[in-house]
């Protein structure tokens, strides 16, 4: 690192740079103006030799060339592109306001960079995470495009098709049991991950056409089949839901590294017999979140249910993980997606999803979900930059998913025999 001369036409903004550009007339170009007239430019640019990129002092280069300067002094940097755009953030973070949307993208990029340590820019893991999540929801598609899914007349998917979702194939699907070793050694292959977060049947025996409300309500599905509306595996006795639960703990005991966390939705029936299973399997359960709805369900019962719980707690064998606030509460209150149509009978809200893994895992890390519904676990983790590993047991159930995610990512994201297969692109003769 050396200071030296260069003229000012080798001198290249950086394309990237995050911060915002000052204007003439602006208060703070003003001041730095009328501070380099004064006492001259006391902190010299930084420039780097590789990329012919400034890294830092934009504004002051702004006010030199704008002043007629054909060469300026230099603080000259010889680093790789990733090194410059981490030592910019640095650079940066101290004054000035941020351009968020090229902050986020910027670190987004960072993070995933092998070499890199993304809190060298000075902010703090926590701080990046918030950032590029932010920059997920601003840059998400609109929910409402998923209320253009419709469903096929027959599943398209068929029991044991594994579909790859993502530009790289980075989620698997896989039309499965997950009570079945065989079915969730395909799926994970060789590969664990740092979270899980799923939706099991309650054992409630749900069926929303038969809710006071419904105006289905009596009536049978297509071909005079009971509604299929109801869940796979919902309607097991309590003793049966005993003797089931604990395979399904097998798989998140497989699926899951040490000090991974877990957050399993349940009902209030079977709420502790939950507690207790995990706690005999060696899990830590560490707290019960409880989502607060805007409005209650309409049932039977002398009280109408508003809330729902979700046990949090992690694998034992390594120090849990945790990337949230400090001042994160168990106290959820989040709206439902504001779609016309949900796609599955308890569909969770992605917000419900993203936070859990926001605060539990990082970017590149895989997230399993065992119950993938309608594959709002799926959403979630491919909207924070985290790959999905899913299982959902209902052909008709893997199409919504396949759906409901080509409709926020584009039939772009996915190869083109899912495409052509799921109806997404011109010519399609599928259902």
Same mark, same amino acid.
């Given at each position: ?52 990129? &400034? ?14 300067? /054909?060469?300026?002094? @230099? ?31 910027? #670190? ?22 918030? #950032? ?16 253009? @899914? ?16 993502? +530009? ?5 699907? %896989? !039309? ?11 799926? &994970? ?25 419904? /105006? ?19 309607? #097991? ?18 699926? %899951? ?12 029936? !079977? ?46 064998? /390594? ?47 895989? @997230? ?20 999905? &590993? ?7 159930? !893997? ?13 772009? /994201?996915? +190869? +083109? ?15």
């Amino acid at each position: 690192m050396q200071v030296r001369s260069i003229e000012v036409q080798k001198i290249n903004p950086a394309p990237y740079n995050p911060r915002k550009d000052l204007k003439p007339g602006d208060p703070e170009y003003e001041k730095l103006q009328r501070s380099i007239e004064t006492y001259g430019c006391v902190e010299p640019p930084v420039w780097n030799r590789q990329t012919g990129h &400034l890294v830092g002092g934009h504004q002051r280069f702004k006010v030199l060339k704008a002043r007629g300067d /054909a060469e300026i002094d @230099v603080v000259e940097v010889d680093l790789s592109l990733a090194d410059e755009k981490a030592l910019n953030i640095a650079l940066n973070k101290i004054d000035g306001a941020w351009d968020e949307g090229k902050l986020a993208e910027l #670190l987004t990029e960072l993070v995933v960079e092998p070499d890199i340590d993304a809190t060298v820019t000075g902010f703090y893991g926590v701080e990046i995470e918030h #950032l590029i999540a932010d920059l997920a929801k601003d840059t998400e598609l609109d929910l409402e495009a998923l209320d253009e @899914v419709e469903e096929p007349a027959e599943p398209i998917t068929k029991p044991g098709d594994l579909i790859c979702l993502g +530009p790289s194939g980075e989620h698997r699907l %896989l !039309c499965g049991e997950v009570v079945s070793p065989a079915d969730v050694a395909r799926l &994970l292959g060789n590969e664990r991950a740092s979270m899980n977060h799923t939706d099991p049947p309650y054992g409630v025996s749900y069926d929303r056409n038969k809710r006071p409300t419904s /105006a289905k309500r009596g009536k049978t599905g297509p071909s005079g089949k009971p509604s299929e509306d109801r869940i796979i595996n919902d309607n #097991l006795t309590p003793r049966q839901y005993a003797r089931w639960f604990p395979k399904v703990l097998e798989a998140l005991d497989e699926s %899951l590294i040490p000090g991974g966390a877990f957050y399993i939705w349940n009902a209030h029936k !079977c709420f502790g017999l939950m507690h207790d299973l995990l706690t005999e399997r060696k899990f830590k359960v560490s707290s019960t979140i409880t989502w607060a709805k805007e409005s209650f369900s309409p049932g039977f019962g002398d009280y109408n249910e508003q809330v729902e719980y979700c046990l949090y707690g992690y694998k034992a064998g /390594a120090r849990h993980r945790w990337y949230g606030p400090r001042n994160a509460s168990t106290l959820w209150d989040v709206h439902r997606d504001r779609t016309r149509e949900y796609k599955h009978p308890t569909q969770k809200p992605l917000e419900l999803a993203e936070r859990a893994i926001r605060n539990s895992s990082k970017r590149g890390e895989i @997230v399993f979900d065992p119950f993938l519904g309608s594959g709002t676990t799926l959403l979630a983790a491919a909207a924070l930059g985290r790959r999905c &590993l899913g299982m959902e047991i209902d052909p008709r159930d !893997c199409d919504t998913i396949v759906r409901r995610y080509i409709a926020l990512a584009g039939p772009q /994201a996915v +190869p +083109p025999e899912v495409a052509q297969a799921y109806s997404w692109t011109q010519g399609s003769s599928a259902a």
